[in-house]
């Protein structure tokens, strides 16, 4: 099994959970649209962190594509957090996201003892290759700004 073979086999099983039931906490709520809603946040120094894991953050991210919902989101470590505490605009950022995902096992360490059991680490270059991985199977498309050129 190569190094790349086991976060796409995580990937295909986060798509094939993407109707999952709801579970503690609000994950996964349905809306009348059928649209997911009421990801809860946990306040952490100011900075809202969607207690979310990779396969509510994909389900999200599906949902919003299929209705159209124009959202960002942004993957937090702890320094994230730091670093906001000196930029208001920072924190307005992460706090204004459609997800601020705990990219960081201390996040996700801090959420379950505040209750959150099923949080989980959203690390972002797995949360880039599932949304890729969803994108082939949904034909969804993309466009990355930013780089130099070549």
Request: aromatic residues 6%.
């Amino acid at each position: 099994m190569s190094i790349i073979s086991e976060p796409i086999n995580e990937v295909k099983r986060s798509i094939q959970k993407l109707d999952a039931s709801p579970t503690k906490n609000g994950f996964g709520n349905k809306g009348v649209d059928g649209s997911l809603v009421n990801v809860e946040r946990v306040d952490i120094l100011g900075v809202e962190i969607s207690a979310i894991n990779i396969h509510q953050a994909i389900s999200m991210i599906d949902d919003w594509l299929t209705h159209r919902t124009p959202r960002y989101v942004c993957v937090a470590a702890a320094h994230c957090i730091m670093d906001s505490l000196n930029s208001p605009e920072l924190q307005r950022i992460y706090n204004s996201s459609g997800l601020t995902t705990p990219d960081g096992m201390s996040l996700v360490w801090l959420m379950r003892l505040r209750g959150y059991h099923n949080v989980g680490r959203v690390y972002g270059a797995d949360l880039m290759l599932a949304t890729c991985q969803l994108s082939l199977a949904k034909g969804y498309r993309h466009f990355l700004y930013g780089g130099k050129p070549g």
